[in-house]
């Protein structure tokens, strides 16, 4: 060999090297998961990354249905975790797709909020499928300087006087929030809960959307169209997250956002592990990470929702002053108490009798509304 | 060995043809047809509401459902409605244009239309849309125009019109090159013989460069309007409360509900109001002037 082919060879060697190198090293695995945009930030994924070996590979997906859909696509053996809401996440369940863990071997879990160590849309005959993350609620959201006066019930999003000047959002879960509007102020017709709708009170609630209809301006899909509708005064009033009202204060646009006297619908995110996952090292290293109170307060913050973790609440504070009152991460049970948390409608749904109307007819309603 | 294929090849040209054909024809019946063979029969399926997992047996009720729902009639009527909008939008702002670049324009003029015609193609479509909800929103420039002459605001963000001006402008293009190259192909003979006969300007745009034009106007809607009619980003970008097209019912079928029979079923009817539009285009002549 002369001395250069030699020359060649120890660069290969030391190029092969390297990458051999990281693998022993990094014995962790991959994680493939779907999550909402925002959940997955280079924050607290980086540091997870660096602590354990695992690598996080996310997919954004715009809606509960798509995080269903996905979760399901190629047999289901293509993502290993989902951040689903509780629109979402009895389907995985009953769909057998994500599977039980135990919440025993989480650290954190003790330091949990009693009212999300086993909330029903992820726990069902005391197996916990995940483990719950994130909640905050639908909240409504006005202009201060065109809607007078200060809007204090949902009545404002059916109101003519707002005529093209409202949006909601484009999802069939917004039927929901009819419902609860409907639960207050018509008692005759008997709803209890607004995600268990017999026949005549879904009617109820699609006939007031239909009502609603002529008033609205867009049923808006991406989180980033409201705050467009809002800060270019196409919109003056809707219903919409926290997450909005942050940035549009950030770009100082005349808003405010308020739980309406009828109180208002909300998610409860959990953090679930596919039944087909080849990771499951990763999968509980990654719900033992993601429940630290340094990373709920950090999601928090970022995402403007509420930690479950209640130890979160003082790295909040130390993290962006008075933080932990904006976002109620100290409120009392009975500003929880007001939320209805998003969860998939059955037709089972407890009476007895079957005859609710199941997430299927939601999603028909919706669209035949949309027209 | 070579040279006797070749020169079997060189004595049978039918072979040669097939030989050179075989490769691309194999490769569009697999991608093209299989992908639409496919489509078809799916929208036959069902699927399972509690598992979304698909109902391998032959069944009419998409189809039923399609036509026994008012709503999906109404999108589809809306969606077509609106290409054909846009297409007759194009024809009457690109004819002149072209004309001028065809037959007035000096060379240079034309490369300089050529280049403004084209640029916008560079552009992200998206961006592009973007750009309008920028024009036509409440606080936007259109208002502020209006505003600054002293006129009353055009509240058109967000509505079916927003929509119709969006496609118009984006699918320009495509109307404006096959009408040029159709106007391009006039010889100015026949412009002198009808001049010769005593045809005025007018008489001679309508009986002689019309209807040599049509072709090509013909095949430019073509454009405008399977690509509206196709189009579903456009309605959820600058659509209002009512504004779903046939490609929006079809994304959330597929999206929300896993419901891909469904959305196959609905996906028909697009192909076949093209089938239509195509089999009337070609006895317009549309597809000797492409």
Known sequence: MTKRMWALVATLAVCLAFPAAGVTKQHGGTLNMIAWEGYTQPQWVKPFTKKTGCTVHAKYAGSSDEMVTLMRSGGGGQYDMVSASGDASLRLIFGKDVQAIDPSKIPDYKNFGKAFQSPSNNTVDGKHYGLSLQWGPNTLLYNTKKVKPVPTSWAAIYDPKYKGKVTVPDNPIQIADAALYLMKTKPSLGIKDPYELNSNQFKAAIDLLKKQKPLIKKYWGLASDEIDLFKNGDAVIGASWPYQTNTLVAAKAPVKDLIPKEGATGWLDTWMVSAKTKNMDCAMKWLSWISTPTVQAQQAIYFGETPVNSKACAIMDKLSKGSCAQYHANAPLQYFKQIHFWKTPVADCGNGQKDCMDYTKWQQAWTQLKG | ?290
């Open chain 2, 1 to 290: 060995m070579r040279r006797r294929i070749g020169g079997a090849l060189w004595r049978h040209q039918p072979l040669k043809a097939l030989a050179l054909l075989s490769p691309p024809v194999l490769a569009f019946t697999l991608v093209y047809i299989a992908a639409l063979a496919a489509l078809f029969v799916s929208a036959f399926w069902t699927v399972d509401p509690f598992t979304s997992l698909t109902i391998h047996s032959w069944t009419l009720d998409n189809f039923r459902e399609l036509w026994n729902e008012p709503t999906y009639r109404t999108v589809a009527l809306r969606t077509i409605s609106i290409a054909a909008a846009v297409t007759i939008t194009d024809a009457i702002i690109a004819f002149p244009f072209a004309y001028y670049m065809a037959r007035i324009a000096k060379p240079h003029t034309r490369a300089i239309l050529f280049v403004l015609v084209l640029l916008p193609l560079w552009a992200s479509y998206l961006a592009r849309v973007y750009a309008w909800r920028l024009i036509l929103n409440s606080n936007g420039l259109l208002n502020w125009t209006l505003d600054k002459l002293g006129l009353p605001p055009a509240n058109i963000a967000y509505t079916n019109t927003a929509m119709w001006i969006v496609f118009s402008y984006i699918w320009l293009p495509f109307m404006i090159l096959p009408v040029y190259a159709a106007l391009e192909r006039i010889p100015h003979s026949y412009i002198e013989a009808s001049r010769d006969l005593g045809g005025k300007g007018f008489r001679t745009l309508r009986s002689v460069i019309l209807p040599l034009a049509l072709p090509g106007i013909v095949a430019g809607s073509i454009f405008t309007f399977s690509l509206t009619l196709g189009d579903y980003i456009t309605p959820v970008l600058v659509g209002g409360a009512s504004s779903q097209f046939i490609g929006n019912v079809v994304y959330d079928s597929v999206n929300q509900s896993s419901n891909l029979p469904f959305a196959a079923a609905f996906a028909v009817v697009p192909l076949c109001v093209m089938g239509i539009y195509l089999l009337i285009a070609r006895r317009l002549g549309a597809f000797e002037a492409l």
